[in-house]
C-alpha cells in the first residue's frame, strides 16, 4: 500500500518556484589569465552562495548596443559585483587639478572604464554592490571606499578569492541582495486599465488637474481648426449656420 501524498499549497508552490535574487557581475572582457581565473572563481562564488550572477558575453548576450543592453539587464538585478582589474597603466603622468595646479603621477593603474558605468548605474537604482579591486589599482570614483560601501582589495590569488575574509564580505552583500530581492518583489505592479470598459466619469477621475486643462485646450483647438476650414468651404457662413 502507497503512502498517500498530499499536493503542494499554493503557498509551498510559490516558495520552491521563487528565483534566486539576480546579480550583474561587471568586470573587462579582457585580462591576464590570473585575471580571468579569477572571475570565473567569482562568479561561482556567486553561485555557490545563492544568487544567481549575470554576466554579459557568459551568459546574457544581446544584439543591442552595450549600454542599453547593459541597462535593461541590471533592471532585472537586486545587486551588483564589480570586478576592477588593470586595464591601463602608465609609468608617469599628470594630474591637473584647480587653479592651474598640477602633481605628478608615477606608476598608474586604471580599471576599465565599464566598471565606473556599470557601479553608478547599479548604486542609482539604490542596488547593494560588492566592490572587488585589484590591488595597486588607483582609487578614484566610485571604487573608493569612502562611499556607502567597503571596497575588498586582493591580488587575486585562489587563497584571497578562497579565504575567510572574501567569504565575509560576501555574505554580508549576499544579505543586502536578499533584502533588495525582498523589497522589489513587494511592490505591487500596475494593473493595466482596459479603457473601453471605464466609464467616462471614471476616466475623468483619473485625470491630474494638468491633464485635464491639456486636453480640454487641445480638443478647443482641434474645434477652433475644423470649425475654420468649414467657415471657409461654406463660403463664409458657420456650420451651424
Known amino acids: 500500500m502507497g503512502i498517500p501524498v498530499r499536493p ?6 510559490s516558495a520552491f518556484a521563487m528565483e534566486k535574487p539576480k546579480v550583474f557581475i561587471s568586470v573587462g572582457s579582457n585580462g ?5 581565473a579569477a572571475t570565473d572563481q567569482i562568479f561561482s562564488l ?18 543591442e548596443q552595450p549600454l542599453r ?9 537586486h545587486g551588483v559585483v564589480v570586478v576592477a582589474f588593470t586595464r591601463y597603466e602608465f609609468a608617469s603622468g599628470v594630474e591637473y587639478k584647480k587653479n592651474n595646479e598640477s602633481s605628478p603621477l608615477q606608476h598608474v593603474r586604471l580599471p576599465t572604464v565599464w566598471n565606473q558605468i556599470e557601479a553608478a548605474m547599479a548604486y542609482g537604482r539604490g542596488l547593494p554592490l560588492l566592490v572587488i579591486c585589484e590591488h595597486g589599482l588607483r582609487d578614484d570614483g566610485l571604487l573608493e571606499g569612502k562611499y556607502d560601501w567597503k571596497v575588498l582589495w586582493t ?3 585562489t587563497a584571497d578569492i578562497n579565504s575567510e575574509k572574501f567569504s565575509g564580505f560576501a555574505e554580508s552583500w ?11 518583489s513587494s511592490v505591487p505592479h500596475p494593473k493595466e486599465v482596459d479603457l473601453a470598459r471605464v466609464s467616462i466619469s471614471k476616466l475623468l477621475g483619473m485625470l491630474t488637474f494638468s491633464q485635464f486643462t491639456s486636453i480640454i485646450a487641445a480638443l478647443a483647438s482641434a ?12 463660403g463664409g457662413k458657420w456650420p451651424w449656420e
Request: hydrophobic fraction near 40%.
Open 174 to 184: 549576499k544579505r543586502l541582495v536578499e533584502e533588495q530581492a525582498a523589497k522589489q
Open 155 to 157: 591580488d587575486f590569488s
Open 223 to 234: 474645434f477652433a481648426s475644423v470649425a475654420a476650414v468649414a467657415f471657409k468651404v461654406g
Open 69 to 77: 543592453a547593459i541597462r535593461k539587464v541590471i533592471d532585472e538585478c
Open 46 to 63: 556567486v553561485k555557490a552562495i545563492g544568487l544567481s550572477p549575470r554576466q554579459m558575453e557568459k551568459n546574457e548576450w544581446s544584439s
Open 32 to 36: 591576464t589569465e590570473v585575471q580571468r
Open 8 to 13: 503542494l499549497s499554493n503557498t509551498k508552490r
